[in-house]
């Protein structure tokens, strides 16, 4: 099985999550209003944070309800791995976290981030609403302590390089940069990479200064990140179903009244569609915007069924238990193909 280890949190970020968690357990003000700490990595103009975080906050704090929330993006409160354990010690009330982030804590729920897992949004939604979803949601709050509130489209994931990338073998020779969590070394195995790992905020000096040739993330996050500037291509892989679990300390969410958690948990879902929508709606301007100007390049032809094939065939021989089960349920749910 799958594990991702862990990583020491910073004396700064760990000041200002400790902050922030003790004025929400608090209660906030002295009115009586309970405040929520909201956070995220994604930069203020990301759609994560804009159509996401914000705009559950928005729909929150117009209600007359007694909740609060208030957001804090672009890490301010630590990166992915610093904070999930500041929701799971209860100093972070709530967080927007990929699946590879949280399988450290419950290693099942990596198979969500794992390379041609699901086929799309649509897949993606369908079986995380389903009877496996629901299952899966029940088990992680048992093992972590925090709550999964709903899942959210991060967009489909794309390679970038100075070269285009339409079937495995042209990979081979460069180092693409991956996240530093195991389900994405794995993955980069899965579709024939060799993975560099490089922090997210180191990405784009690592690639202008050629420490590493390439790295693969939604279109809207390579746009955010100025990473064109620093490669000549795209090639459109969508070799991952990019999601984003949006989870709760769940002895905070005990504390609120039904009627907060139904406003909250409403928020939340409400926003999976609208956030999606967002996601989607700047991927396509954005590469509108990169086809007219032909740079970077936008590789279209990508083999996108030998990727997912090699990727396939890699996961049924290296799962085991619970991840090995949880995988071929996610294939088995897979829509028939038209």
């Not at 969590?181 to 993975?195: D, R």
Request: aromatic share 8%; with cysteine; charged share 25%.
């Amino acid at each position: 099985m799958l594990k991702t280890p862990g990583k020491a949190l910073p004396v700064l970020a760990a000041a200002a999550v400790l902050s922030a968690g003790c004025s929400a357990m608090n209660g906030g003000g002295g009115d009586g209003t309970v405040t929520l700490s909201f956070a995220n990595s994604y930069t203020d103009d990301h759609p994560h944070t804009r159509c996401g975080i914000q705009a559950v906050a928005d729909a929150v704090n117009g209600r007359d309800i007694g909740v609060k929330i208030e957001t804090f993006a672009n890490s301010q409160l630590g990166n992915d791995a610093t904070r999930f354990t500041s929701v799971k010690s209860g100093d972070l009330d709530m967080d927007v976290q990929g699946s590879a982030a949280l399988a450290g804590s419950f290693a099942p729920v990596g198979v969500l981030d794992m390379a041609y897992a699901f086929d799309g949004p649509d897949h993606l939604f369908a079986f995380f609403d389903g009877e496996h979803g629901t299952e899966l949601k029940k088990d992680f709050v048992t093992a972590t302590g925090a709550r999964v509130l709903d899942v959210w489209f991060f967009g489909m994931r794309h390679f970038t390089a100075n070269s285009a990338i339409r079937e495995p073998g042209d990979l081979k020779g460069l180092r693409m940069r991956f996240p530093d969590s195991e389900i994405y070394l794995e993955n980069a195995k899965a579709v024939g990479a060799a993975p560099t790992a490089v922090a997210f905020e180191e990405l784009y000096l690592s690639l202008q200064r050629g420490i590493i040739d390439g790295q693969e993330n939604p279109i809207p996050t390579i746009a955010s990140m100025s990473l064109a500037e620093v490669q000549s291509h795209v090639s459109l892989s969508g070799h991952q179903t990019g999601s984003q679990l949006i989870v709760i300390n769940d002895d905070r969410w005990r504390e609120l009244s039904a009627e907060q958690r139904r406003a909250l948990q409403k928020a939340v879902s409400d926003t999976r569609a609208a956030n999606r929508e967002c996601i989607e709606e700047d991927e396509k301007k954005i590469l509108a915007e990169w086809r007219s100007a032909g740079k970077p390049a936008v590789v279209e032809d990508v083999d996108r069924a030998a990727f997912a094939a090699k990727a396939g065939a890699y996961f049924t021989e290296h799962l085991e238990g619970e991840q090995a089960e949880l995988y071929k349920a996610v294939r088995a749910s897979a829509p028939a193909a038209p």
